[in-house]
T-cell receptor, first 116, second 117 residues
Framework: AQKITQTQPGMFVQEKEAVTLDCTYD???????LFWYKQPSSGEMIFLIY??????QNATEGRYSLNFQKARKSANLVISASQLGDSAMYFC?????????????FGAGTRLFVKA | GAVVSQHPSRVICKSGTSVKIECRSL??????MFWYRQFPKQSLMLMAT?????????EQGVEKDKFLINHASLTLSTLTVTSAHPEDSSFYIC?????????????FGQGTRLTVV
């Protein structure tokens, strides 16, 4: 069964507008972490933002914010004021387990295209 | 953020030979490192979890004898693709886990594109 679901294979957004990338997850753990990564065409993975399951406030990092809705098990990424350089593949990931037994699982990814 | 260096970034090898990929955490110690494989336009698939000083934990369907993982020190994990075949051609990415007081974060290497001819 899918543990991380990203339902948008591709998204278009106009430059300077905001965009939301969806992510839902499934876990029975009480303690887990949610991540978003950006993967440009070069292939490297770039960490964007982290949300812990016990964090009450939504995480924010510059233009990135994570809309964490624990009851709905969703962790959507919001990019404000999109830039052309934001065009890339975006992966939502979940880490579950404990020290010594962590496992990180990735969603299928969403390809974001920013239009000028 | 912390730096993870993966080497080489690209490698072409002949079918039947072995290839070693290194993953180093440059400015922190990582007791846990992960190895992923990514096919074109697909997500990362976890291959194995590498723990320093112990045997790696492989995901279901990953051949242990084909993908040898060694985590000999707190800053280095290696993945050796043995007797490589064209179907092993892929993008391999490692990540190193940095455990901190407030949160734990994974940092990724740059990836290695393996082409087996």
């Amino acid at each position: 069964a899918q543990k991380i679901t990203q339902t948008q294979p591709g998204m278009f957004v106009q430059e300077k507008e905001a965009v939301t990338l969806d992510c839902t997850y499934d876990t029975s753990d009480q303690s887990y972490g949610l991540f978003w990564y950006k993967q440009p065409s070069s292939g490297e993975m770039i960490f964007l933002i982290y949300q812990g399951s016990y964090d009450e406030q939504n995480a924010t990092e510059g233009r990135y914010s994570l809309n964490f809705q624990k009851a709905r098990k969703s962790a959507n990424l919001v990019i404000s004021a999109s830039q052309l350089g934001d065009s890339a593949m975006y992966f939502c990931a979940m880490r579950e387990g404990e020290t010594g037994g962590f496992k990180t699982i990735f969603g299928a990814g969403t390809r974001l295209f920013v239009k000028a | 953020g912390a730096v993870v260096s993966q080497h080489p970034s690209r490698v072409i090898c002949k079918s039947g030979t072995s290839v070693k990929i290194e993953c180093r955490s440059l400015d922190f110690q990582a007791t846990t490192m992960f190895w992923y494989r990514q096919f074109p336009k697909q997500s990362l698939m976890l291959m194995a979890t590498s723990n320093e000083g112990s045997k790696a934990t492989y995901e279901q369907g990953v051949e242990k004898d084909k993908f040898l993982i060694n985590h000999a020190s707190l800053t280095l994990s290696t993945l050796t693709v043995t007797s490589a075949h064209p179907e092993d051609s892929s993008f391999y990415i490692c990540s190193a886990l940095q455990v901190r007081l407030m949160n734990t974060e994974a940092f990724f290497g740059q990836g290695t594109r393996l082409t087996v001819v």
